[in-house]
């Protein structure tokens, strides 16, 4: 909830700005995370699925504190009062997270403790608390890694590691003794379970039972686990560095010595130790929690799923089907219609072959790609290294400030460096967020050129867990604006008009806006539906309050942080806001806009977020295709909006309702039908419908037609 009551807005357009008709980004993406925490609380949800949701629960909660905490504490202390929509204030905002977060992880101590764990069990993995069962394999396997730290005033409290967990010790002695404290780092590189007696012990549990044999001498009162969040953001000035590369690989390294903006620890509230910790990582109570569960939450959960392997704990396995068919090359295909691939319904490696194919083909000149988040051992990274190791011009701009990849990014950036790729880091001052690569090929009639578009990363690996949209052409407008869109990245050279692309910071929200605004102008026959991650830009905000007023019906299809308050009387009645949290993460980003019956569809890899307009270089690109439109549409989009068995609806108060079926109906799971698609195609002699059928009852989806080759 949010601090501020809800208003009833007068009909000027004045009204629109106040404080109220926003909801906090901050208090938003809490939101979100309560969501994921609802599906690990779901007894339907098969029950190692309800440990992966627990597991990105924890690792996003992680990112909260790191960044935006992180930013919050530095506004606070730099007394800096910058407010966004909503108006509140950097301390109202740290006070309200620390209460919601509080009431977020006692729910999640309770699923884990008393639900998870107690399932686990039954199911064969019993994790066990007592460390003296692993007293041998500690003194053995575990004494000679440990670096056992005695805190004196010759020895101040060490600078921990980033969410590394630690052992606490307290020594018994009287009040003012030298010795009081000690601090045990937990090894990143030891198992994080000891296998002991039927089961299994925390690693931090069996040091724990076990750190006399670290202190021999000293007589131990108290062990606790606890662990730190630090501030893991970037701080680079582009324009000082002679080399950017350089200068973000040194503040890489330099950003584990952030300041602490967070305690998790394992104890009492009232024992001495958490004053002990708050007072020497220079943190405030808010900043303290106290919590029953273990700690380090994720990378216990992969522990947990490492361990257990009954195969009807986990959803059913899923081979995503090969929409593009084997026999007519891709090009032929491309000159004839687009192709889109939903992903992972739909497989991703067309995406690698397209790539891997150029770096081969003989014909083929030049290769260009954007690289944001690639992760390890990519194949498409290595079909380039290939192409320039065979005399193609390959060039590929690695974004070097992708958050939380930097380090990735330097390494892939080295490597394809080495092996001749030309490699570049986009504009001073900008994020280069779009995804897109340009094939440049030889044929009878000249050079042509073939594009690939989408709204996720060249990442094979997250692409079976994503929800995401590829589109590959042959157009020649969309090949001209690609191959602008790098010139712009590699010599700052502007085109005169972009004949497809929406390009940001070059004018993507005024063409935003004045869709929108069109809509409005149609009155009631205006219609939006937009699918993304977040929407907290206030000037889209205000834009589609202004639609809704003038009956415009719009469906906003927003997994994470959304600032639009749906539902308000005289504001934005005729606004939904529904977000799914399933089994793939949600992350296509798609607009509709209905345009008097001649219906435009964008695709784009970026949000509607302030950030996302003036601070990256991202494009939206239409699909122009009436079928594959249809597909985006009638299929896509309807099943989503449809959806009442993973959907949660926003209400006017910033709080998320789940959707349930009508009466006497039963649930409908998008993703579930999503998967059902993709198996029919590829059983049946299709590869994808072209025409409507009403597969689900009151849901126009396509019939069989033309299988489409590659």
């Not at 000027?12 to 106040?18: E, T, V």
């Not at 799923?305 to 090969?322: C, I």
């Not at 079926?661 to 072209?690: C, H, M, N, Y």
Request: net charge neutral.
């Amino acid at each position: 909830m949010d601090a501020l009551p809800l208003l009833k807005p007068p009909a000027d357009d004045a009204a629109l700005s106040d404080p109220r008709n926003f909801i906090n980004r901050e208090l938003s993406t809490l939101a979100f995370i309560e969501r994921i925490l609802d599906e690990a609380a779901d007894v339907t949800v098969p029950l190692l699925e309800r440990v992966r949701f627990l597991s990105v629960m924890s690792a996003a909660l992680d990112e909260f504190f790191m960044i935006r905490v992180a930013g919050l504490k530095q506004q606070q202390s730099g007394h800096v009062e910058e407010t966004f929509a909503d108006a509140m204030t950097p301390a109202e905002q740290l006070a309200a997270i620390s209460q919601r977060c509080r009431a977020l992880l006692a729910r999640e101590d309770a699923v884990l403790l008393d639900d998870i764990l107690p399932a686990l069990e039954k199911a064969g993995m019993k994790l066990l608390r007592d460390g003296q069962l692993a007293a041998q394999f500690v003194e053995r396997e575990v004494v000679p890694v440990l670096t056992p730290l005695a805190l004196d005033p010759g020895h101040p409290f060490p600078h921990l590691r980033n969410k590394s967990l630690n052992l606490a010790v307290r020594f018994a002695g009287a009040a003012g003794a030298r010795l009081r404290w000690g601090v045990v780092p937990v090894p990143e590189i030891l198992p994080r379970l000891v296998a002991a007696g039927e089961g299994a012990v925390l690693l931090e549990d069996a040091i724990a039972s076990n750190v006399g044999l670290l202190f021999p001498g000293q007589p131990v009162e108290g062990c606790w686990p606890f662990r730190v969040t630090r501030n893991w953001d970037l701080s680079i000035d582009e324009e000082e560095g002679e080399d950017l590369l350089v200068t973000i690989e040194r503040e890489v390294r330099r950003r584990d010595r952030g300041s602490a903006v967070r305690l998790q620890i394992n104890a009492k509230p009232d024992e001495p130790v958490v004053a002990f910790l708050r007072d020497a990582l220079e943190l405030v109570d808010a900043d303290v929690y106290v919590q029953s569960r273990p700690l380090a939450l994720a990378e216990l959960a992969g522990s947990l799923l490492a361990r257990t392997s009954v195969k009807t704990l986990s959803d059913e396995p899923f081979t995503p089907s090969l929409a593009i068919e084997a026999g007519e090359p891709l090009y032929e295909a491309l000159k004839k219609r687009d192709v889109l691939l939903h992903h992972p319904y739909e497989s991703y490696e067309p995406v690698v072959g397209f790539i891997e194919n150029a770096a081969e083909d003989p014909a083929v000149l030049a290769i260009k790609l954007t690289l944001y988040r690639a992760g390890s051992g990519n194949p498409i990274v290595h079909a380039l290294q290939r192409a320039a190791e065979n005399g193609k011009q390959v060039t590929v701009l690695v974004e070097l400030k992708a958050r939380m990849d930097e380090e990735a990014n330097i390494r892939w950036a080295r490597e394809l460096e080495r092996s001749g790729v030309h490699v570049v880091y986009g504009l001073i001052g900008y994020k280069t967020h779009c995804k897109l690569a340009l094939v440049v090929r030889r044929e009878a009639g000249g050079l042509r050129c073939y594009v690939h578009l989408g709204t996720g990363n060249y990442n094979p690996a997250t692409a079976r867990t994503y929800s995401d949209l590829s589109l590959f052409t042959a157009s020649e407008d969309f090949a001209e604006d690609a191959g602008a869109l790098f010139n712009l990245l590699t010599g700052y050279s502007k085109p005169a008009k972009w004949k497809k692309f929406l390009v940001a910071p070059l004018g993507m929200k005024q063409a935003l806006l004045q869709l929108i605004d069109d809509e409005a102008k149609a009155g009631e026959q205006g219609r939006i539906v937009a699918k993304m991650n977040a929407l907290a830009d206030p000037d889209i905000i205000k834009a589609l309050y202004r639609a809704s007023r003038r009956g415009v019906q719009i469906d906003l299809l927003i997994r994470g942080v959304c600032c639009l308050r749906p539902g308000v009387e005289g504001l934005s009645e005729r606004i939904r806001v529904t977000a799914v949290v399933d089994r793939f993460l949600e992350h296509g980003r798609i607009w509709h806009f209905a345009a008097r019956g001649a219906s435009k569809v964008y695709l784009t890899s970026g949000d509607w977020m302030p950030r996302n307009f003036v601070r990256r270089v991202d494009i939206a690109f239409p699909i122009d295709q009436p079928e594959l439109k249809e597909r985006i549409v009638n299929e896509i989009l309807a099943l989503m909006r449809a959806d009442t068995a993973k959907a949660s609806s926003l209400q006017p108060d910033g709080t998320y309702r789940r959707l349930r079926p009508a009466a006497g109906a039963a649930p409908l799971r998008s993703q579930e039908q999503f998967i059902a698609l993709a198996r029919r195609a590829a059983f049946a002699d299709v590869s994808r419908p072209t025409s409507s059928e009403p597969l689900l009852s009151g849901l126009p989806l396509r019939k069989p037609g033309r299988k489409r080759k590659s």
